[in-house]
């Protein structure tokens, strides 16, 4: 039969398991509300310091003849079988929206309760208010900032410039980045999956998070990547924090459902993913990205931003705080970047905004343009000095922004009337394309990597200045 018995597929006993974890584990029968309502009640009012698990035991397709304890009761239970699952439920013929007198009485009740409970709390709060206007209007505050997103030029004068000499990764510069946004807005929170010494996402001085701390700004999951992306969910439907969770950037697909929760529903949760191409090296082609990147931007509303350097990074958070409707993911490197001097900060900083923008300008005639992210853009940017002055670099930290601006902006970005255009990132390829049209080529990596120092990868696959200059050679021979 197809219609498989739990023996077959659910051999462990759930209550035994979770005693042996140390949870308290009531078992009632699911049908029955009564107690179900009992079990939640004494789960709420349990005392000792145990987590509290209801096993509700139910029968799927309950009273539906031909369809009840069967795989069919997944969708095949219809408007077919509505009269006889009726009579079997007790409802009355001819109902078919049944609502019992005593369910009525009941709900009626509740709501007289809790209307008279929301008054009593509306009345402490407006006495809060006016006792505690500064923390009133902290709060407030904060909820907006939530609702509304940062504006982007009180987030740039949080985050004060980096020096020109600055050498980093941009996890480093995404450090601190995020201190001075978290020294400025007290509703900022970060987590992180084991790796706050890795991902550099520590809020110095915020104090860790626990139930005998529980104004800490720092929350330590563990390796608990869904976990720690699904209660991020949790906190920004709250709609006062804003938070972040971090891991390694291969790591993400462990936390792929709940990012696609929080695009679907609109949350402002920040993804910090470091280690972001095959510079991790010696890790090796499981910790080496190529294709998570890509993977990532295709999911809708969700922006992915690849910064270049330290103030490309500090505009990447201003992104990401500006964000209200939807989540942002931080794609930063564990190798050290240049600081691209020769680009003004504000330009840096304002183009990841608009998530494209012209890192080099052509001294002469438009001959070419290259697109770059991330650590690639210095590659971008030397094989451009080689090529000459009628070469164009382009920055595009975030596919996602620069597709939202006006035709016009994109257009005096990427000019239409030169199609001479070259890609280069540290990964597949495939979504470049949009960009270069049938007469560019695209610089990057369609194949796993392999273990060797980062440099070394870079180079043995492709990511030089050498290979970016020889296909830019290569687009002005067509």
Same mark, same amino acid.
């Given at each position: 039969?197809l219609d498989a018995?739990a023996?077959?597929t659910?051999?462990?006993?759930?209550?035994?398991?979770y005693?042996?974890l140390?949870?308290?584990v009531?078992?009632?029968d699911?049908?029955?509300l009564?107690?179900v309502? !009992?079990a939640? !009640?004494?789960?709420?009012?349990?005392k000792?310091?145990?987590p509290q698990?209801?096993?509700?035991?139910?029968?799927i397709g309950?009273?539906?003849?031909g369809?009840?304890?069967?795989t069919k009761?997944h969708?095949?239970g219809g408007?077919?079988?509505l009269?006889?699952a009726?009579?079997?439920? %007790?409802?009355p013929?001819?109902?078919r929206?049944?609502?019992?007198?005593?369910?009525?009485?009941?709900?009626?009740d509740?709501k007289? &309760?809790?209307?008279?409970?929301?008054?009593?709390?509306n009345?402490m709060?407006?006495?809060?208010?006016q006792s505690f206007?500064?923390l009133a209007?902290e709060?407030?505050?904060?909820?907006?900032a939530?609702?509304?997103?940062?504006?982007?030029s009180v987030s740039?004068?949080?985050i004060?410039a980096?020096?020109?000499d600055?050498?980093?990764?941009t996890?480093?510069?995404?450090?601190? =980045?995020?201190?001075?946004?978290?020294?400025?807005d007290?509703?900022?929170?970060?987590?992180s999956?084991?790796?706050?010494?890795?991902?550099?996402n520590?809020?110095?001085? %915020?104090?860790d998070?626990s139930?005998e701390n529980? !104004?800490?700004?720092?929350?330590w999951?563990?390796?608990?990547?869904?976990?720690?992306a699904s209660?991020?969910n949790?906190?920004?439907?709250?709609?006062?924090?804003?938070?972040?969770?971090?891991?390694f950037?291969?790591?993400?697909?462990?936390?792929?459902?709940?990012?696609r929760?929080?695009?679907?529903?609109?949350?402002?949760?920040?993804y910090?993913?470091?280690h972001d191409?095959?510079?991790?090296?010696?890790d090796?082609?499981?910790?080496q990205p190529?294709?998570t990147? /890509?993977g990532?931007?295709?999911?809708?509303?969700?922006?992915v931003?690849r910064?270049?350097?330290?103030?490309?990074?500090?505009?990447a958070?201003?992104?990401?705080l500006?964000?209200?409707?939807?989540?942002t993911?931080?794609?930063l490197t564990?190798?050290k970047?240049?600081t691209?001097n020769?680009?003004?900060?504000e330009t840096?900083r304002?183009?990841v905004?608009? %998530?494209?923008?012209v890192?080099?300008?052509e001294q002469?005639?438009?001959?070419a343009?290259?697109?770059?992210s991330?650590?690639e853009?210095?590659?971008a $940017?030397?094989?451009?000095e080689?090529?000459?002055n009628?070469?164009?670099?382009?920055s595009?930290?975030s596919?996602?922004?620069?597709? =939202?601006q006006?035709a016009?902006y994109?257009?005096?970005?990427l000019p239409?009337?030169c199609?001479? &255009?070259? /890609?280069?990132e540290?990964g597949?390829?495939?979504?470049?394309?949009?960009? $270069?049209?049938?007469?560019?080529?695209?610089?990057g990596?369609?194949?796993?990597g392999?273990?060797a120092?980062?440099?070394q990868v870079?180079? !043995?696959?492709?990511?030089?200045?050498?290979n970016?200059?020889?296909?830019?050679?290569?687009v002005l021979a067509?």
């Open positions: 039969t018995p023996e077959r659910q051999l462990a006993d759930p209550r035994a398991v005693e042996a140390g949870w308290e009531r078992q009632i699911g049908h029955d009564k107690a309502a !009992e939640v !009640e004494a789960a709420k009012a349990a000792n310091g145990k698990l209801i096993v509700a035991k139910t029968v309950k009273g539906i003849p369809i009840e304890g069967t009761g969708g095949e408007a077919r079988l009269e006889e009726h009579a079997n439920w %007790g409802i013929a001819g109902e929206y049944y609502v019992s007198e005593d369910v009525r009485a009941y709900f009626n509740l007289a &309760r809790r209307e008279a409970a929301f008054s009593a709390w009345a709060y407006r006495e809060w208010r206007p500064e209007a709060l407030d505050a904060g909820m907006d939530c609702a509304r997103g940062v504006d982007p740039d004068k949080d004060p980096f020096s020109p600055y050498s980093d990764a996890r480093s510069s995404g450090s601190v =980045a995020i201190n001075a946004i978290a020294k400025a007290p509703w900022f929170l970060t987590t999956a084991d790796l706050y010494s890795s991902n550099k520590y809020l110095n001085g %915020g104090g998070f139930a529980p !104004e800490g700004r720092n929350f999951f563990g390796i608990r990547e869904h976990a720690m209660i991020c949790g906190i920004a439907y709250d709609g006062l924090f804003r938070v972040s969770a971090a891991t950037c291969v790591f993400v697909d462990y936390m792929r459902a709940a990012i929760v929080a695009a679907l529903s609109g949350l402002p949760v920040t910090i993913l470091t191409s095959v510079a991790v090296g010696e090796g082609p499981t910790h190529v294709e990147v /890509s990532l931007r295709v999911i809708p509303n969700l922006d931003i910064p270049a350097d330290p103030e490309e990074t500090a505009g958070w201003m992104a990401a500006q964000r209200a409707d939807g989540p993911a931080l794609i564990r190798q970047v240049a691209l020769d680009i003004p900060v840096r304002q183009g905004l608009k %998530g494209g923008y890192a080099r300008r002469d005639k438009l001959e343009v290259i697109l770059a991330g650590s853009l210095e590659l $940017l030397k094989a451009a080689r090529l000459g009628g070469i164009r670099v382009v595009m930290p596919f996602f922004r620069f597709d =939202a006006p016009e994109r257009e005096s970005v239409p009337s199609m001479k &255009r070259v /890609s280069v540290a597949v390829t495939g979504l470049w394309w949009k960009y $270069l049209g049938c007469q560019g080529e695209a610089v990596i369609n194949r796993f392999f273990s120092p980062g440099n870079l180079d !043995e696959l492709g990511m030089n200045v050498d970016v200059v020889n296909a830019v050679q290569n067509r």
